[in-house]
């Protein structure tokens, strides 16, 4: 069994734990007959690169490790410069490569030392493999597992993309964002419905969340149209093309074509909720004020505002506590009412 690189581009969080660890295995160290030492600069064996996706305000980064010398396609241009190995790894022989310039200018992962007059690059740290090490310096100091040194057939490799003789998963694709908005009350518009079409087919289908986006990963690039819908509103289909990029489509604002009775704005919505909160908690507190006042209570209603009001026979309140009608008269009515029972 052979065991090959595997990294995954969503676990990796951009560190550089790997290349620095590299640079600490390799720099100023010869590890013959495998390596010779790495200069300390100008060369990378282990590389991660870095990439800007989409436009303000919706930025994303990827960041993507490049271990450039494994890969079969050196091993096949010059096979008589590489080291025989069943594992798979490939070894650039330091002896057999002198003066082999050639195979630097051809392969990006190669470096060509100009001290040594021979070409470098990762050997897949074989010094260590052969000395018992379950993994590469690079992999041991990789803390989220997005590089992995692993069996073959013990790894989940769909949807990989192979490069060189590593496997890369989540290779980011494109993405669409945008926000939408009504420009007549100025707020954006929640729960829309925004949907996916790539000539005349639905690819895809979201909402938008409580700020007005919404956004489609991970797929294919393409000329995409957005047909946007949403109740109360004329429905709308925005150009979406990201063959090239990502892209965020904008702040796009919608007609309103109802009555706007029928449509509370989210402020309105908020303002009732707030409302409804402060009416439940007051019936609360009128409630558990009614139970500690069941002892030496009597109630009477207001001669003025109607309302039905407790009375505490000797709390010496005799206003009604809503409209403030004197209620002296009331209560001295049903006070003599229940001393003549
Ligand atoms: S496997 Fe070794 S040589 Fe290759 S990139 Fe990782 S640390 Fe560097
Ligand atoms: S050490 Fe791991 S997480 Fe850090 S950059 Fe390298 S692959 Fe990514």
Redesign the pocket.
């Known amino acids: 069994m052979s065991k090959v690189f595997v990294i995954d581009i969503a676990k990796c969080n951009g560190c550089h734990n790997?290349q620095v660890?590299?640079k600490d295995?390799?720099c100023e160290q010869s590890w013959m007959p495998y390596a010779q030492a790495q200069p300390l600069t100008g060369q990378f064996?282990?590389k991660v690169n870095e990439k800007e996706h989409g436009q303000v305000p919706v930025v994303r980064l990827s960041y993507t490790p490049v271990?450039g010398a494994q890969d079969d396609a050196i091993k096949e241009y010059a096979p008589e410069c590489c080291q025989e190995r069943e594992d798979g790894l490939i070894v650039l022989d330091p002896e057999k490569c002198k003066g082999r310039k050639d195979i630097a200018d051809k392969f990006d992962g190669v470096f060509w030392n100009e001290e040594l007059e021979i070409c470098q690059g990762?050997?897949?740290?074989a010094h260590l493999i052969d000395n018992d090490w379950e993994e590469?310096?690079?992999?041991d100091a990789c803390c989220t597992d997005a590089l992995r040194y692993v069996e073959e057939s013990e790894v989940d490799l769909t949807g990989a993309e192979k490069r060189g003789n590593v496997y890369y998963l989540n290779v980011p694709k494109r993405f669409i964002a945008g926000l939408l908005y009504d420009p007549e009350v100025d707020e954006v518009v929640i729960g829309a419905t925004v949907v996916l079409m790539l000539n005349g087919e639905q690819i895809a289908e979201t909402v938008t969340d409580d700020f007005g986006d919404y956004r489609f990963v991970q797929i294919e690039p393409g000329a995409y149209e957005l047909v946007v819908s949403a109740k109360g509103f004329e429905t709308k289909t925005i150009a979406a093309d990201c063959t090239e990029q990502d892209i965020y489509v904008g702040d796009e604002p919608l007609a309103f074509i109802d009555d706007r009775r029928f449509y509370p704005s989210a402020a309105d919505i908020a303002r009732r909720d707030r409302a409804e909160a402060v009416i439940k908690w007051a019936e609360m507190r009128r409630d558990v004020q009614m139970e500690e006042d069941e002892v030496a209570n009597f109630a009477v209603d207001c001669p003025c505002c109607g309302k039905h009001l407790n009375v505490q026979a000797d709390s010496g309140i005799y206003r009604c506590q809503f409209c403030k009608a004197d209620l002296t008269e009331v209560i001295a009515e049903k006070a003599a009412e229940l001393a003549a029972k």
């Open positions: 790997c660890a590299c295995e390799h064996w282990c271990l990762c050997t897949g740290c590469p310096r690079c992999v």
